[in-house]
């Protein structure tokens, strides 16, 4: 098992692009492991670790709904907003300068075949860097995600997740918010969840600006210890 992962930390890049690209180590990924099942050929999988700012989007899952884009074409041209439907689970979500969006794209077969265990490893990764500030996050029952006060009337996301696999492989991610306009989220209904708030990171320690670079630090860190991994 390769638990050894490449990180690329690949700045603010437009989404279709990063979507391309993890779409080629993915595949390249599915190929070693179909090949290593017809030809017994043995070859190791690489796993890979995508930190990126995307410029402002909204995408929207394979099982989500349109009428939770809440803009016309010409809406999301006025704005300089992108709209993409792609193939992760979830609904609609946006992402823009001042989140932190992250895609692991791993061959779980090198640390252990558990989809749900895979997306509570990414929200302990996220709960945990969090608590690194002071603030206490936790999950809520029945909605993937990074949640503050849950349960509550203050509930609110600060970090949404959906992801898509194949053969064990998968791509896609979470989207962290630390130094978020989180007034693009009001053209949409978050991940289709009506009446819960977002927030981010910044807002919520009273700060103008939180250092992303220290953020990203944090995630890694937490990651490797969840996982077992090793960044290269």
């Known amino acids: 098992m390769n638990k050894k992962i490449q990180f690329q930390d690949i700045g603010n890049k437009d989404f279709k692009e990063t ?4 779409e080629d180590l993915f595949n390249g990924i599915l190929d070693i492991k179909i090949k290593n099942r017809r030809e017994d050929a043995g070859l190791e999988t690489p796993n890979y670790f995508l930190f990126v700012e995307h ?7 394979k099982s989500g709904d349109i009428d939770n884009l809440l803009l016309s074409e010409e809406q999301l041209k006025e704005k300089e907003v ?6 992760r689970g979830g609904d609609i979500t946006y992402h823009g300068p001042g989140q932190i969006v992250g895609y692991p794209i791993l061959d779980l077969d090198n640390f252990f075949t558990d989809i749900h265990k895979y997306l509570r490893f990414l929200e302990e990764m996220v709960i945990l860097t969090l608590a690194e500030y002071d603030i206490s996050a936790t ?4 909605e993937t995600g990074v ?3 849950a349960g509550t009337p203050f509930a609110r996301k600060i970090c949404a997740m959906g992801v898509r696999a194949s053969r064990w492989v998968t791509m896609h991610g979470f989207a962290l918010n630390v130094n978020a306009d989180l007034g693009y989220f009001d053209h949409i209904i978050p991940c ?16 103008e600006k939180v250092n992303e670079e220290e953020v990203k630090k944090k995630l ?4 490797t210890t969840l996982f077992e991994a090793e960044f290269v």
Do not use: C, M
């Open 82 to 87: 992108t709209f993409y439907k792609i193939n």
């Open 55 to 61: 410029p402002h989007v909204y995408t929207l899952g």
């Open 139 to 142: 999950r809520s029952e029945g």
């Open 147 to 149: 949640w503050l006060d």
């Open 220 to 223: 890694l860190k937490h990651f």
């Open 19 to 22: 979507w391309e690209h993890q």
């Open 192 to 207: 289709g969840i009506k009446g819960k708030a977002v927030t981010s990171l910044h807002v919520e320690l009273g700060l």
